[in-house]
């Protein structure tokens, strides 16, 4: 069964607008790791944050976490046109804490 | 401090061929893990070395696929024989710990079973 369910799937926004990101799961986690891919290289780690935790913030990133709904957002702030790519989200659970089971991933456009 | 690589970037190879696929974590990294992404669906994890032990690999598909990592550093994937199935992006991820830390992930190879 799929863990992560990305929402929404894709996001076209103007630069200097806010981009959400929704991500979805259904078993108890241990942490939730966001990453970053842009078209055709590899995954950029963004930001880890953890079940006991609810909120963490990386420059323009703030990352929050709701255990009790399984879901968290990926909020970016000040959008510019190099944030551009695919976002994921990926959930390590209490059984297996390092086997990432990724979502979908949401295409994020931003126009200049 | 140098990223995780994996080479090749691209791989082209016929059906029933053999494909080996390399992959160097970061340096200090005992954690090794390989995923892989095909047809355009969800990553999927494939397996996860502790220095040089299988630590987790129910994520390979099938026998044909062959994960080592000896010395506990670099590690290879071969495929053999290739399926056309197989095609896809394989990535490579290295973490410091175990217990659900960072992982870092490589740029990937793409493999193209034809």
């Known amino acids: 069964s799929q863990q992560g369910e990305e929402d929404p799937q894709a996001l076209s926004i103007q630069e200097g607008e806010n981009a959400t990101m929704n991500c979805s799961y259904k078993?108890?986690?241990?942490?939730l790791q966001w990453y970053r891919q842009n078209s055709g290289r590899g995954l950029v780690h963004l930001i880890l944050?953890?079940?006991?935790?609810r909120e963490k913030h990386s420059g323009r990133l703030r990352v929050t976490l709701d255990t009790s709904k399984k879901s968290s957002s990926l909020l970016i702030t000040a959008s510019r046109a190099a944030d551009t790519a695919s976002y994921f989200c990926?959930?390590?659970?209490?059984?297996?804490?390092?086997?990432?089971?990724f979502g979908t991933g949401t295409r994020l456009q931003v126009f200049p | 401090e140098a990223g995780v690589t994996q080479f090749p970037s691209h791989s082209v190879i016929e059906k029933g061929q053999t494909v080996t696929l390399r992959c160097d974590p970061i340096?200090?990294?005992?954690?090794l893990y390989w995923y892989r992404r095909v047809m355009g669906k969800e990553i999927k994890f494939l397996l996860h070395?502790?220095?040089?032990?299988?630590?987790?690999e129910s994520g390979m598909p099938n026998n044909r696929f062959l994960a080592e990592r000896t010395g506990g550093t670099y590690s290879t994937l071969k495929v053999q024989p290739a399926e056309l199935e197989d095609s896809g992006v394989y990535f490579c991820?290295?973490?410091?710990?175990?217990?659900?830390?960072?992982?870092?992930f490589g740029p990937g190879t793409r493999l193209t079973v034809t």
């Open positions: 990926a959930t390590g659970t209490y059984l297996n804490t390092d086997k990432l089971i």
């Open positions: 070395f502790v220095k040089e032990s299988k630590q987790d």
């Open positions: 991820a290295s973490s410091q710990w175990t217990g659900g830390y960072e992982q870092y």
């Open positions: 078993t108890s986690i241990n942490n």
């Open positions: 340096s200090g990294h005992d954690n």
């Open positions: 944050i953890r079940s006991n935790e």
